[in-house]
């Protein structure tokens, strides 16, 4: 754990030792993530070698099973391939160029992958070619996080550092030229630059570069990191990897020695007399396999396969008790397996969700770090050369990442906007069916044409301009009279607003738009059929 600045000042080692160990761990799970399992598990290997002699006999190639980057994968796609949308109910308009120009979907993926094999994901607070706010990401492995000795939940620095090398005209790598260059964010919300000399053996040189600490014009540390699971006397998350490391290991070491079996006792060997070889001119005996080869009495010795029992079903029921306890341990369960789906037999709807109940269990709870993170970053950005956005004002809808189920839905919405109706037609519209305010009023405008054709009341067709002229009738425009089919289509809305059946606003704009109804007066008769509503309730 650093305390201090001291670990960058001059002599000293780099990476500092207090880091080492989380960054070997960093370098360890990288390796796994690409499938370098060979250099990984080569203790594991050589635990088998100290048993059966030449591991070469036995595993003649290592066979992966890359479970851990299934896990990370399956857990940024829970959170970020169903992408969840960014309001703010003042400043929209913000919000959406920061996450657009940003990338920011794009980002929170690589991130969710960063939190699942490092433990942490780092956002950082950067600006575009404009001098805006935007949202940048940085590995994991260049954050080193200075508290307050007293307090270790007392964040004082946020140090990104690492090491350039410069191989300029040097002929080799240990020849070549090496820096460290550093940027430092403190608990005044300034941004320092420092780059040093840094010698071949990892030790810290001469200060070369040093610019004055500069405002980053946040009220905040520019540099947020996002843990994946972090305890309270922990200074960084906890990876994803550490826990199963074991299990997956022996798991492809034992797959890889059935392989083996299965390769030998495809060519098996065979054993017969003596008399049944050929020889050849160099004096040689080979056996000819192919021919016929007749046993005068039964005490002449048969030509056979040798067989051998290799205990196969046992190691695979020790691989089929190992995977379960993988499902159990990464929380991942079905997601990781699928062991569960059949051809055919695919679960839905809320079948589909107790399946997963471990897996949503596990992702909402790195959601809810990634909802704070993402919420803090946006604010932070928008805080340069943008009109700022405070975190609380600005809301993530989440999605949960499985698939929707549309007859499951449609039976849902059907309970829900008939006898006991909780929701408007309006919100089911916008939350189900996913579209926007105007797609929504032009949805409920083809509803009630067909309504109104149904019952003989007058339909609504636009013409060019009428939408927007409409919500504005004013003057001589207002003193219009109505026919008796106009007045029961206003008196229909309004009682679909009383049966919950339409919103507020969503009335109001049907009958500025279709029976050009001031404003004012659509807003009177609404306001008042809802007071009827209250008053008859109470």
């Known amino acids: 754990m650093l305390t201090s600045l001291n670990f960058l000042d001059k002599g000293r080692q780099f990476p500092p030792p207090s880091e080492e160990k989380r960054l070997a761990?960093?370098?360890?799970?990288?390796?796994?993530?690409?499938?370098?399992?060979?250099?990984?598990?080569?203790?594991q290997l050589r635990r088998i070698?100290?048993?059966?002699?030449?591991?070469?006999?036995?595993?003649?190639?290592?066979?992966?099973?890359?479970?851990?980057?299934?896990?990370?994968?399956?857990?940024?796609?829970?959170?970020?391939?169903?992408?969840?949308t960014f309001e703010s109910e003042k400043q929209q308009e913000t919000v959406d160029d920061i996450?657009?120009?940003?990338?920011?979907?794009?980002?929170?993926?690589?991130?969710?992958?960063?939190?699942?094999?490092?433990?942490?994901?780092?956002?950082?607070?950067?600006?575009?070619?404009?001098?805006?706010?935007?949202?940048?990401?940085?590995?994991?492995?260049?954050?080193?996080?200075?508290?307050?000795?007293?307090?270790?939940?007392?964040?004082?620095?946020?140090?990104?550092?690492?090491e350039v090398v410069d191989k300029?005209?040097?002929?080799?790598?240990?020849?070549a030229k090496r820096y460290l260059v550093t940027?430092?964010?403190?608990?005044?919300?300034t941004y320092e630059f420092r780059k040093y000399a840094l010698t071949r053996e990892g030790r810290i040189g001469a200060l070369l570069e040093q610019r004055e600490p500069t405002p980053t014009g946040l009220d905040d540390f520019a540099v947020i990191p996002i843990p994946n699971v972090l305890t309270a006397d922990g200074v960084y998350g906890i990876d994803d990897y550490e826990d199963v490391d074991s299990i997956i290991s022996e798991i492809e070491?034992?797959?890889?020695?059935?392989?083996?079996?299965?390769?030998?006792?495809?060519?098996?060997?065979?054993?017969?007399?003596?008399?049944?070889?050929?020889?050849?001119?160099?004096?040689?005996?080979?056996?000819?396999?192919?021919?016929?080869?007749?046993?005068?009495d039964n005490n002449q010795a048969p030509v056979e396969y040798i067989t051998w029992d290799a205990s196969l079903d046992a190691n695979f029921e020790q691989i089929e008790k190992l995977i379960k306890h993988l499902s159990v341990i990464s929380e991942m369960g079905a997601a990781i397996l699928n062991t569960d789906f059949k051809t055919g037999a695919i679960p839905s709807g809320s079948a589909l969700k107790r399946l997963y109940i471990n897996v949503l269990a596990k992702v909402s709870r790195v959601r809810n770090n990634f909802d704070t993170g993402l919420k803090k970053a946006i604010a932070l950005a928008s805080q340069i050369g943008r009109t700022q956005v405070d975190a609380s004002e600005i809301t993530i809808h989440w999605q949960d990442g499985l698939p929707d189920d549309p007859k499951e839905t449609a039976e849902i919405i059907n309970l829900r906007t008939a006898g006991a109706q909780t929701m408007s037609t309006e919100r089911v519209l916008i939350e189900n069916d996913k579209l926007d305010q105007a797609s929504a009023d032009k949805e409920l405008e083809t509803i009630w044409n067909e309504q109104s054709q149904s019952m003989g009341l007058p339909t609504f067709t636009p013409a060019a301009g009428d939408?927007?002229?409409?919500?504005?009738?004013?003057?001589?425009?207002?003193?219009?009279?109505?026919?008796?089919?106009q007045v029961q289509s206003a008196l229909t809305i309004a009682e679909q607003v009383a049966q919950k059946k339409l919103s507020r606003d969503a009335a109001i704009r049907l009958l500025v738009k279709m029976l050009k109804v001031p404003r004012e007066e659509a807003e009177a008769i609404i306001d008042a059929q809802l007071t009827i509503e209250v008053e008859t309730d109470g």
Do not use: C
């Not at 690589?110 to 094999?117: E, L, T």
């Not at 300029?168 to 020849?175: H, L, P, R, W």
């Open 253 to 296: 070491i034992r797959t890889a020695q059935i392989s083996k079996v299965l390769d030998v006792h495809s060519n098996p060997s065979m054993s017969g007399p003596e008399d049944y070889m050929d020889t050849n001119s160099a004096g040689e005996s080979k056996f000819k396999p192919g021919r016929y080869y007749p046993r005068y």
């Open 467 to 485: 939408l927007e002229g409409a919500a504005e009738l004013t003057g001589a425009d207002a003193d219009l009279s109505y026919n008796g089919a």
């Open 168 to 175: 300029g005209s040097a002929q080799t790598e240990a020849e």
């Open 183 to 189: 940027k430092i964010f403190d608990n005044k919300w």
């Open 99 to 162: 996450v657009n120009e940003s990338g920011l979907l794009q980002l929170g993926y690589q991130g969710a992958i960063d939190a699942s094999r490092y433990g942490d994901a780092v956002l950082k607070i950067d600006k575009n070619d404009s001098g805006q706010g935007v949202i940048g990401i940085s590995s994991p492995r260049y954050l080193f996080i200075v508290v307050d000795p007293e307090d270790m939940k007392r964040v004082t620095h946020y140090v990104l550092a690492w």
């Open 49 to 84: 070698e100290r048993v059966i002699g030449n591991l070469a006999e036995i595993i003649s190639y290592p066979i992966v099973l890359n479970y851990q980057k299934k896990m990370s994968l399956k857990t940024a796609d829970f959170l970020f391939m169903e992408p969840p």
């Open 25 to 43: 761990r960093y370098t360890h799970n990288k390796r796994i993530f690409d499938n370098e399992h060979g250099r990984v598990y080569d203790q």
